[in-house]
């Protein structure tokens, strides 16, 4: 794999990143950055820096003389997570409606018709392409500070996403979730756009709230 000097940074953030959230390293385990530097072709200090902006994001942590390790999943962060979109989003997906152009219907009406795909191939992107589902929808707010803050709650989810769509059946049920949202979204329905959109976020961290350990 070959990295393009001036935006190692970013490349190298956004490629663990990926892998984290993919599951292709897994909660709890360590980043192995001699590894990764090798297959890399890189050094240590520009995977350390890409790190440190990761731990700021909160997908892994340091240790004193131990490095970096992805965190685990937790009854506590979903919690937090879930709790601050439901405070944020639902109003700014209404906003979004209220604004959307028709080039911004289309891509929101592309993103999910991309994530049905890779939904029914089974494919790794599920948790990506449902984000980006749920950003087309906020994107039209023009609310740039609401929706990075929402963007970054929306990366934290997406390994919950993950996990909640783990029981046979959930990724049907969340499908038409999304499908019911994109209909009144398009329609400008605004009561009801919040409504859905609430219950989404609500019936997932109920879910979450069953399936993760709770802290003793």
Do not use: C
Not at 29 to 49: M, V
Not at 69 to 76: C, E, G, N, Q
Not at 160 to 165: A, D, I, N, S
Not at 191 to 200: E, P, W
Request: no cysteine; proline share 3%; net charge negative.
């Amino acid at each position: 794999m070959t990295l393009i000097v001036r935006n190692l940074s970013d490349q190298l953030v956004n490629l663990v990143r990926d892998r984290i959230l993919s599951g292709r390293v897994a909660p709890n385990s360590a980043i192995r950055q001699d590894a990764l530097a090798g297959e890399l072709g890189i050094s240590k200090i520009p995977l350390r820096e890409a790190l440190a902006r990761l731990e700021q994001e909160g997908l892994v942590q340091s240790h004193a003389n131990r490095g970096f390790f992805v965190r685990d999943l937790s009854t506590a962060e979903a919690e937090e997570v879930y709790h601050l979109r439901l405070m944020l989003e639902p109003e700014a997906t209404v906003t979004a409606s209220r604004n959307a152009t028709e080039a911004e219907h289309k891509i929101a009406i592309d993103t999910l018709a991309t994530l049905y795909q890779v939904t029914d191939e089974g494919g790794e992107g599920v948790g990506a392409f449902n984000r980006a589902f749920h950003l087309a929808l906020l994107q039209p707010s023009g609310q740039l500070i609401t929706v990075n803050i929402l963007e970054r709650l929306h990366v934290l989810s997406e390994r919950y996403v993950r996990k909640h769509l783990e029981p046979l059946g959930r990724d049907e049920r969340a499908n038409v979730e999304h499908q019911e949202m994109l209909k009144v979204w398009l329609a400008r329905d605004y009561d009801r756009l919040h409504a859905l959109t609430t219950a989404h976020i609500q019936t997932t961290l109920d879910d979450l709230r069953q399936q993760l350990p709770i802290a003793a």
